[in-house]
């Protein structure tokens, strides 16, 4: 019953077998072998264009150095008021790329685009005093739960282009949200505008695996520096690749993140029907954040379920009563339809 | 033949088994789980004393890490001319600690105290101007193949506490120094007076598996800080710790270190027999550094052998002539007797 | 009839006086000489106890560098959404202090204490991921021309120590408010709980002339060399020195901010009289806003007057109609009674 | 006899004066005064061509933030090993631009072509690991008294120009070069290859007057949001302007440096022509660096007479006895002949 966390969970046994194999073999170092040039042409046709592709060590990384290669002095980025950026990376942003992180408001994760215009109105371009804007960073699948859908990718590249600005997409759970949408890589990204991505392998089957992809080559120019300099570039690169390689093969990576949100509409359902607990909010995507009872999370902890509590937002629909709890519950790859269950006995017995 | 790099190969059966065996379970996240606790104890073990142990993902990051928890504004840091801090790692040392990196000359790779002192004068602690001295860093086994002796360590370190500055070691290459000193871990690190250890366990056996090690806790109070800061904290965590976990049990770590040494030997000892080669100078740990004719490091290559040419140090004790070349050569866990045989073989057919 | 902003004024004869006699002089440089460490004393005096002392070049600088000697790493510094160090200094605290500044809400210009507990909430000590709470900084006189209260300042300065934080008053209008409140520079600092001042001469009549003052000059350890490496410190900082002499003697520096704040409470009268202006929300101090109809702004600005428009804040009173505009009114050491008297006869017209 | 510094002198009158013209005067703040304006016009002029202005608080603010305004990541410059961006901004410049200073030897303060050429190939456009060069900073007159001719400075900025860096030219005491090689400021900048340069006239009888001159606007794009965010955008600028314009007017600024220069030649041919005194090395323009004996020294400091001991260079000619003493000595628009005459027999006394 773990559902603290996707990055709780351990690796696929495809993307296992696919390191074994790689331990075995001598190759180049620093992202120049031909593996690591191989999966650079994978993520060519993943997305349908010509792409510039750097492994980094995490998702905090993946998305601090994005900004930082689209980043000016005094600059300010647009970002959730709730993203990973702002609220869980302890700064990383701010200190790779030397901009501030401007926090947008909007309902259930996602930046209401009224808010964005309003916040990039008070930044212009010639605002020594106040800052400049710089960038637009969103979250698809976002900390809540909740996805974009390409209407409202493309509403927020619109806002993004007509500014100037480059968009930037934090894709930690990438996958979780493309499955749900049913589009493809092209279209969820650069067709409806957006210009880098952090593409987070980790919390959907592989142990460590982000990338940053850029759709425009142009703009990842200073990117190898940025990386060296901000200690990012493996030595054994290749074992980054051969990561992505079994992930992205034979569309590994979209089935994990479909049996991880199925797994998650077994909770929602389980919830939903339950007398003793509600869903908080309505979610898509591998993340179910549910109201219960203290008592009932404590019967379920000592049963040995794993969950973390979640701080109210905002804009929560239905306030938590005193004796309720509000929690995140998220599925992954690695979870069983088993565990769901046994947590739902767990939350029936209360 | 590949003498490129020990990062060139790959990792040790012992550690992908470990591997293997974590990938099937959950865990907690970002370094709090059982297994991460246990290597840090691990640590505290292997180093005869409570240590603060911190993963990161690169040499460069545990080097740069390191350097800034020791950092002060306006400071400058002490390393060897030829250092990796100076020479390798894209200013990152000088990006994350805010430190200038301040060269001492010194033969072999390693500082030669009587600068290291003069270059200490000149950065005096009221020095507003000039900048004043922080900390100091060593390489063991340094980058052209030496190794400090404990007492030259001492040398270093008593400097060092002369003029309070902390002193860190890069021990990218540590286990293959310590064998060769026939010393333990306490005794070439704290018990001669180093403050902080870059231990790395990616060029011997680990894909991934670098840490910082605190002699003394308390100065690793900001480090959880900065390594979140700086996108180094792993979410899947308890991945290098289990590497680690297999590359510390039963002495792997110091028998595969043991091992490269032994080939670096059977490549000195054919070298300096061969008529067409010779060292450039004596090395011991696994990095041989040896003079070539071009047309045999020609040959070399077409047959297979992968190597590195080396810029001529300062310090060269007999010039390369025009028809020559210097070349680095380094061995591994994974370097076969047969691969130096046959490299050997190359060289003698010229 | 200007009353753009108090920084428009030029210098007063009696620091121009000091000036020239210092021109002719030879002294040390960079803050050693007589003079500098005569005005230091001046300033122990002034604050009724021992306080470290240095001079920078602008309020931004004195902000950034007081934040700086403050932070910690993933550290987070609490201030009014509306504060300088927020929307109008470019990220300068940001970027010399390496933290995150986080808007705190509160109406009139000041952070509600309530507000700054929750926010301090969202930032434990231990919070790795989020980042902790490091620093409290608050505005005296605010942006928008209120002042904080001795009692409201030991509020804040409450919170402040009960998490274990220090408090920086930002003093660019330092004297104003002082004099406003009758109170004196120890009352209105350390007596109060804050532990270091930005204090601000350039608005009140010196033409450069900034100091951070620590009222510990234990933390004022690390400055000296955090600024010079900011590039702030002045070579011929005795003219600096020579500002302050003059600006603190004979109580010059309370008389000018008298003046400023009597010339406002003029403005404000004629505004409160007035059919065709009404101001925006009380204020104290030399800063007035008022909302006057737009046909009259402009006949304003065609009759010479110098003023900026003003964002509308989050708690405005009364909305600004279509027709009309919110204005910021501010005096100085320099404004004439007549400049006042022949504004307010313009608005009159209409 | 102050001979300490230049910038121990105060400032001269005609500078003063405008001064005290300014301060009775209201005018728009942050640089955007018609005062403001009318000096940039005047650096126009005096260069010949349109350049772009920026007034900073000091020297060293004026060369980080110059080379802040060419840096990229795992950026190198390149400077003259005793050079003041090295060894006296307490890695301001560092700090500012994000790059390495890599120090480059030569004889009497001035890069040797050669061995610039040599670091540079150290560090070419596609080095990831070692960092990329990316400026060349020169300093006109140097450290220790030397000044480039202008084909030495067309030397240097055609390896500039070969490798495609920009050259910066520390101009800190630019005057004094200036008519000491009789040449136009145009001849010593951008028509032999200067791309940026530190305009100083702090040293020369302004008291705080330093600026960034960018020969080409295009360069300068982000400088205005570099400073804001530097803290070093003066609210009342124009008292910058002012200094620069009484210092430009007449050619007042040539003046004073010729009249600072023959008083070095006056204290020149007195130390030469002196038994107890020898010249350290030649030097040209306003500072001297003189070998005398320690008693000499001695009984002169008793006498009044400010001057600094300075640091035996590499290539000191001939090197200091121990009974004696290495000094700087620097005139400035303020030495009066009698000074040096005082100082002559004092040091003839012994």
Same mark, same amino acid.
């Given at each position: 019953?773990? =559902?603290?966390?996707?990055n709780?969970?351990?690796a696929? &046994?495809?993307i296992?077998?696919?390191?074994?194999?790689?331990?075995t073999?001598f190759?180049?170092?620093? !992202?120049t072998s031909?593996?690591d040039?191989?999966?650079?042409?994978r993520f060519?046709e993943i997305?349908?264009? #010509?792409?510039?592709?750097f =492994?980094v060590?995490?998702g905090?990384a993946?998305?601090?150095l994005a900004?930082a290669?689209?980043?000016? &002095?005094g600059?300010?980025?647009?970002?959730?008021s709730?993203a990973?950026?702002i609220?869980?990376? %302890?700064?990383?942003?701010d200190?790779?790329?030397?901009m501030?992180?401007?926090? +947008?408001?909007g309902?259930?994760g996602?930046?209401?685009p009224?808010?964005l215009?309003?916040?990039?109105?008070r930044?212009?371009?010639?605002?020594?005093?106040h800052?400049?804007?710089?960038a637009?960073?969103?979250t698809?699948a976002?900390?809540? !739960?909740?996805?974009y859908?390409l209407? #409202?990718?493309e509403?927020?590249? !619109?806002?993004?282009?007509?500014?100037?600005?480059?968009?930037?997409?934090?894709?930690a759970?990438?996958?979780?949200?493309?499955v749900?949408?049913?589009a493809?890589p092209?279209?969820?990204?650069w067709?409806?505008g +957006?210009?880098?991505?952090?593409?987070?392998?980790?919390?959907? !089957? %592989?142990? %460590?695996a982000?990338?940053?992809?850029f759709?425009?080559? #142009?703009?990842?120019?200073e990117?190898?520096f940025?990386?060296k300099?901000?200690?990012q570039?493996f030595s054994k690169s290749?074992?980054?690749?051969?990561q992505?390689?079994?992930?992205?093969?034979?569309?590994?990576?979209l089935?994990?993140?479909r049996?991880a949100?199925?797994?998650?509409?077994?909770?929602?359902a389980g919830?939903?029907?339950?007398?003793?607990?509600?869903?908080?909010w309505p979610t898509?995507s591998?993340?179910?954040?549910a109201v219960?009872p203290?008592?009932?999370?404590?019967a379920?902890?000592?049963g040995g379920?794993?969950?973390?509590d979640?701080?109210?937002?905002?804009?929560?629909?239905?306030?938590v009563?005193?004796?309720d709890?509000?929690?995140?519950? +998220?599925?992954?790859?690695?979870t069983?339809?088993q565990?769901?269950?046994? =947590?739902?006995?767990?939350?029936?017995a209360?």
């Amino acid at each position: 019953m773990f =559902f603290a966390s996707d990055n709780w969970a351990g690796a696929h &046994p495809a993307i296992n077998e696919r390191l074994l194999k790689e331990s075995t073999r001598f190759a180049a170092a620093y !992202g120049t072998s031909e593996l690591d040039r191989a999966i650079e042409q994978r993520f060519n046709e993943i997305f349908e264009r #010509e792409v510039a592709v750097f =492994f980094v060590a995490t998702g905090t990384a993946a998305n601090s150095l994005a900004l930082a290669s689209l980043a000016k &002095p005094g600059g300010v980025t647009f970002a959730h008021s709730e993203a990973h950026v702002i609220e869980d990376e %302890c700064g990383a942003p701010d200190f790779f790329s030397g901009m501030r992180m401007s926090p +947008v408001p909007g309902a259930l994760g996602k930046m209401d685009p009224k808010q964005l215009r309003s916040r990039i109105a008070r930044y212009p371009q010639d605002a020594v005093h106040h800052g400049r804007a710089t960038a637009i960073t969103m979250t698809q699948a976002t900390e809540v !739960g909740s996805i974009y859908s390409l209407t #409202e990718i493309e509403e927020i590249a !619109g806002i993004a282009k007509e500014h100037g600005l480059p968009l930037h997409m934090d894709g930690a759970r990438f996958a979780n949200a493309l499955v749900q949408l049913g589009a493809t890589p092209a279209e969820m990204t650069w067709k409806r505008g +957006v210009d880098v991505l952090s593409f987070g392998g980790t919390k959907n !089957g %592989c142990w %460590c695996a982000e990338a940053i992809v850029f759709f425009d080559p #142009e703009m990842a120019r200073e990117l190898p520096f940025i990386r060296k300099r901000s200690a990012q570039l493996f030595s054994k690169s290749r074992f980054i690749a051969a990561q992505f390689e079994a992930y992205l093969q034979d569309n590994l990576w979209l089935d994990l993140a479909r049996h991880a949100n199925a797994m998650a509409d077994r909770l929602r359902a389980g919830l939903e029907a339950s007398n003793s607990a509600r869903l908080a909010w309505p979610t898509a995507s591998n993340e179910v954040f549910a109201v219960i009872p203290k008592s009932t999370a404590q019967a379920a902890e000592a049963g040995g379920a794993k969950f973390y509590d979640w701080l109210e937002p905002h804009d929560m629909p239905e306030p938590v009563a005193e004796h309720d709890l509000l929690i995140r519950l +998220v599925t992954s790859f690695a979870t069983e339809p088993q565990d769901v269950d046994a =947590f739902l006995d767990v939350i029936a017995a209360g």
